[in-house]
């Protein structure tokens, strides 16, 4: 081997390493148009079966029956905006500069309350709590307001763009597969199609069970809420149960989210007979919803929905949340179901592929 032989390999090596890396700069730079084809790709894929049912059913043409679809998108996105409102209107009263010493006091007068209940029961585990000054970081509260206010542009951006694609998704159901064909070998083609297609299939499934766990959950924290007469209980209920689409960690800040917001209903009330008692009951019936949804609609929905044992599901999601964090925690059942679905396809005689496609 001479040395312009070695010198053409360490050449061909650095334009791969150079390609590379502005291949990983460039989709970096990107990632928020990746994030609205994604979101767009979701919503493609929840909206197929109503689509197919439109078109089928009720024998729409295809662009009324996307059009239709997208509509329906709207009015159930402005009707969750218009329930936030009084949320968001009753919150803001605390949480706005001009009423922040409102907020302090209220605030202040729940801690004197606790901490009088556990002085009471002999355990003085507030005392440590007085010298944090823990009340002067509500200051801040109206700088991270407006800073939230500061976004508002860039997310009409990101709606509009997610609605754009989405239409044309939806119109075009090919889109997306004939761009994604571009990269594959003419030898597999028709392998490629037949594992888009499953996919597809799977994943709508799975986007809708999700949407039917979100909604039983929802049902069950609106009736928990509304027995113990908490303020806005459909609204709670509603965010709490979307919090859910974060496996594991999204049940524990609905959870805290819960239990903050029961307590500041009643604020005013006494806490031992009122707050402390009412706040335990809604938490023991979050704890009941919670067992339900994670002892029979997870199992029963998503082993349906992907085809996939509840013990599959659990450890995949451990696994992409070590790796990845909660955003892998997230996408970890859909990735695993269409790498599922590729392996089964290009590898299907391999022993493993087999064991793990079984069902597919």
Request: glycine share 4%.
């Amino acid at each position: 081997m001479n040395s312009k032989t070695i010198s053409n390999g360490i050449l061909r090596a650095l334009s791969i390493i150079i390609g590379v890396a502005l291949l990983l700069f460039f989709l970096w730079k990107i990632q928020s148009v990746i994030v609205y084809i994604i979101i767009a790709g979701v919503l493609s894929l929840i909206a197929r079966p109503i689509i197919i049912f439109l078109k089928r059913k009720l024998k729409f043409p295809n662009t009324l029956a996307v059009v239709s679809t997208m509509v329906m998108f709207l009015s159930f996105l402005f009707g969750l905006i218009s329930m936030f409102i009084p949320l968001i209107s009753q919150q803001s009263k605390n949480l706005s500069l001009l009423n922040i010493n409102e907020l302090q006091n209220n605030t202040e007068q729940v801690l004197s309350q606790i901490n009088d209940y556990f002085v009471a029961q002999n355990i003085d585990i507030f005392e440590q709590l007085k010298s944090l000054d823990l009340l002067s970081n509500f200051k801040q509260i109206p700088n991270f307001l407006n800073s939230i206010i500061g976004t508002v542009g860039s997310l009409s951006i990101g709606l509009f763009s997610v609605l754009f694609i989405s239409f044309f998704l939806m119109k075009d159901s090919k889109i997306l597969h004939k761009g994604l064909l571009v990269l594959v070998p003419d030898n597999s083609e028709s392998r490629f199609q037949k594992s888009f297609n499953k996919i597809k299939d799977l994943l709508s499934r799975y986007f809708i069970g999700l949407f039917t766990q979100i909604t039983i959950l929802f049902i069950l924290y609106s009736i928990i809420l509304a027995i113990f007469g908490v303020q806005n209980a459909i609204v709670i209920a509603f965010l709490c149960a979307l919090l859910n689409l974060i496996p594991y960690v999204g049940p524990l800040i609905g959870a805290v989210l819960i239990m903050f917001l029961t307590m500041s209903s009643h604020i005013g009330e006494d806490f031992q007979t009122e707050i402390l008692p009412t706040t335990i009951y809604v938490m023991i019936g979050y704890l009941i919803a919670q067992l339900i949804d994670n002892f029979v609609s997870q199992p029963v929905i998503f082993s349906k929905s992907v085809k996939s044992h509840p013990l599959e599901i659990f450890l995949i999601i451990i696994i992409g949340g070590l790796l990845f964090g909660i955003i892998g925690m997230v996408v970890a059942v859909p990735s695993y179901t269409a790498l599922k679905v590729i392996l089964k396809e290009f590898l299907a005689e391999n022993k493993i592929v087999k064991s793990i496609t079984k069902d597919l």
